[in-house]
C-alpha cells in the first residue's frame, strides 16, 4: 500500500516486506533452515500474509553459487530425484559450475536438466576437460580441444569446420578416433532469459571407412544419442556429441567382452575325466 500511494519501490532486501527477507542462499543458513526454520527466522512469513508453500523447499531456499550439497540433494529429492553419493556428488559439481556462471539461482528445471546430463555420463571413457573456439562471420571457424581419455592422460587437437560445433565435433573426432555421422541435433532453453541454460541433444552413427573398419565389431547400423547441458551452447554441444561417443564405445567393448567369452568357450580345453571311465594311454606298448 505504501508503494502504491508514494510511488517508491520497496528494496528487496528490506526486512520484513522485502522480496528477499525470508530467502537464503547461504549454503549454512539453507543447511539450518531445512533442519529447522526457527533457525534464522524469528517470525514466519505467514505471520504477515505471505503464504511460502512447498516453493523454495518450504524454507526460502534459492539454489545459487553459495548453496550447499544438502540443499541440493533435499531440493532433488522433493523433484523425485533419489540420487547415491557418487551419483550426487557428480552433479552438485556440476551444480557449482552452472551456479559460478549463472546469476539469479538456478531453478527446478535447470536442477533436471543436470540430473539428465550427468546420466548420460555413467560409462564415462573420454571428458572435455577445455575448450576454445574463434569463429566470425569473415574468418574461418577454429576449435581448440582438450580431452582426458580413460588412460586419464589429456589430449588436444585443433580443427576448423562450417560453423563452432561442426569444428568442435571434428576435433572430438580426431582425438577419440571414431568416425561418426551426426544424424540429429536439437537444442532447447531450459528456462527463459539470455543466461539461460542450454540442453543439447545429439544422434550418431558410424559411418563406413576410416578407423571404423579396423573394428568389426562397430556396427554401422545402430545408433546412439546423447545430451549435455551448459550455459555456453557450444559447450553443451560437445558435452552431449561427447556422451553419445562413450556409449558408442562402451557398447562395442561389451560386445568385444562377449565375443571373447563366446571364443573362449568353444575353443577346446582340457580333457576332462569322466567320474566311472578309466583313462585310455595313447602311445604305449604292452
Known amino acids: 500500500m505504501v508503494t502504491e500511494y508514494t510511488g517508491m519501490l520497496c528494496q528487496p532486501h528490506k526486512a520484513i516486506v522485502g522480496a528477499n527477507a525470508f530467502k537464503h542462499e547461504s ?63 557428480a552433479v552438485f559439481a556440476r551444480f557449482k559450475e552452472i551456479a559460478e556462471k549463472k546469476k539469479g539461482g538456478l531453478e527446478d528445471e535447470d536442477l533436471e536438466a543436470l540430473v539428465t546430463d550427468q546420466a548420460g555420463l555413467t560409462n564415462e571413457l573420454w571428458r572435455v576437460t577445455g575448450l576454445q573456439v574463434s569463429t566470425g562471420m569473415s574468418g574461418i571457424p ?94 553443451a554441444s560437445a558435452r552431449a556429441y561427447t556422451s553419445a561417443i562413450n556409449k558408442l564405445l562402451t557398447w562395442t567393448m561389451r560386445r568385444q567382452s562377449d565375443s571373447d567369452q563366446d571364443s573362449n568357450s568353444g575353443r577346446a580345453g582340457d580333457a576332462i575325466l569322466v567320474e566311472g571311465s578309466a583313462p585310455t594311454v595313447v602311445g604305449s606298448s604292452a
Not at 539450518?32 to 508453500?53: A, C, F, Q, W
Not at 544438502?70 to 533419489?82: F, I, P, Q, S
Not at 559411418?207 to 554401422?220: M, Q
Open 27 to 89: 549454503g549454512i543458513h539453507q543447511d539450518g533452515m531445512i533442519k529447522n526454520k526457527k533457525t534464522y527466522e524469528i517470525m514466519t512469513p505467514e505471520s504477515i500474509g505471505l503464504m511460502r508453500g512447498d516453493s523454495e523447499s518450504g524454507a526460502g531456499i534459492v539454489l545459487g553459487k553459495h548453496s550447499g550439497r544438502n540443499a541440493v540433494g533435499t531440493r532433488l529429492k522433493e523433484l523425485g530425484y533419489v540420487l547415491e553419493p557418487d551419483k550426487l556428488n
Open 142 to 235: 577454429t576449435a581448440t580441444v582438450k580431452m582426458a581419455g580413460p588412460d586419464g592422460v589429456e589430449r588436444y587437437v585443433a580443427a576448423t569446420g562450417t560453423g563452432p560445433v561442426d569444428a568442435v565435433y571434428k576435433a572430438i573426432d580426431q582425438i577419440v578416433g571414431v568416425h561418426v555421422k551426426l544424424d540429429d541435433y536439437s537444442m532447447t532453453s531450459v528456462t527463459e532469459g539470455i543466461e539461460a541454460l542450454a540442453c543439447t541433444r545429439v544422434v550418431v552413427s558410424p559411418v563406413a571407412g576410416g578407423v571404423n573398419d579396423n573394428n568389426p565389431l562397430i556396427s554401422k547400423e545402430r545408433k546412439f544419442s546423447g545430451s549435455g547441458s551448459d550455459t555456453d551452447i557450444v559447450t
